[in-house]
């Protein structure tokens, strides 16, 4: 049995099958995590969401703010922008199946190997939260996506504010920060302000910021990650942590993480992937 995280895929089902196939993979003995964004941009988002749900509890997938915007989107929460490639999803005949089945997806997963965590997150994680927090603020957004709620959230969902976590926040204010955490943040202040202008690489941090994995006395320091969403950031491999998107959608690589024994042993897997969007375009 063998355990990967794959990241962003954005739609780009012929890639993801490509991968799947340089990994081995087998539904019967192997685990793969998708870190979110599985849809959009690419030209077959619907065959993505198809893949996923047949293969059963084989592929584990976490939303990413392109799979948000779906949501939103059908529920006419947000109109469809001029890169959105949602079609194939929102005129599919098994429309009402597909979305059903990404409501049900959580924003943050955790899985223990050989004694150790993994956390995984589309985007990023506040410096303070912990493990326990993250999961647990993941579930209260998931309770709503399950919920009669949806549309009425989807439609508060969108706004950079407020920009930083308080615990005594409640209602859309408290949903609307764990979303913009969990899928979308890339650069902080030290004392865990959001910024979401920047989308530039790590070495590039706008005066002030730093990336979100980098914030001095982080609580999730230590804890071995997987995120995603940060195409300019690349292929990133520390102790304890991994950035898997490697710009899939703009014509570069989709990268798995093969984990051995232990989550230190790794070796990474890509395919090329033809280009379906023009960075900046």
Not at 81 to 94: G, I, K
Not at 192 to 202: I, P, Y
Not at 235 to 245: A, M, T
């Amino acid at each position: 049995m063998a355990i990967y995280c794959i990241g962003d895929i954005q739609g780009c089902d012929s890639a993801l099958g490509r991968l799947l196939d340089t990994i081995g993979f087998s539904a019967s003995r192997d685990t793969v995590y998708l870190l979110g964004d599985l849809v959009n941009r690419g030209p077959d988002s619907a065959a993505v969401l198809r893949r996923s749900m047949r293969h059963g509890d084989a592929i584990r997938c976490l939303l990413g703010n392109h799979d948000l915007h779906l949501l939103a989107a059908a529920a006419g929460a947000r109109k469809p922008s001029r890169r959105d490639t949602l079609a194939s999803v929102l005129d599919a005949p098994d429309r009402e199946a597909l979305l059903a089945w990404v409501r049900q997806q959580p924003l943050a997963r955790a899985h223990t190997h050989a004694g150790q965590t993994l956390l995984m997150v589309h985007a990023g994680v506040l410096p303070a939260w912990s493990v326990a927090d993250t999961l647990a603020y993941a579930d209260e957004v998931q309770a709503v996506l399950r919920s009669p709620e949806l549309p009425a959230f989807l439609q508060a969902m969108y706004g950079n504010t407020p920009d930083r976590w308080s615990d005594p926040l409640t209602g859309t204010d408290r949903l609307r920060v764990i979303v913009n955490a969990l899928t979308r943040l890339r650069f902080c202040s030290a004392d865990g302000v959001m910024d979401f202008e920047s989308t530039e690489s790590a070495s590039a941090a706008p005066p002030g910021l730093m990336p979100w994995f980098d914030v001095p006395g982080r609580r999730t320091a230590g804890t071995v990650m997987a995120f995603g969403h940060w195409s300019t950031l690349g292929w990133l491999n520390r102790s304890d942590l991994l950035g898997l998107d490697t710009g899939c959608v703009w014509g570069g690589c989709l990268s798995a993480v093969r984990f051995g024994s232990t989550l230190t042993e790794r070796e990474l897997l890509q395919v090329h992937c033809e280009q379906a969007q023009q960075p900046g375009g």
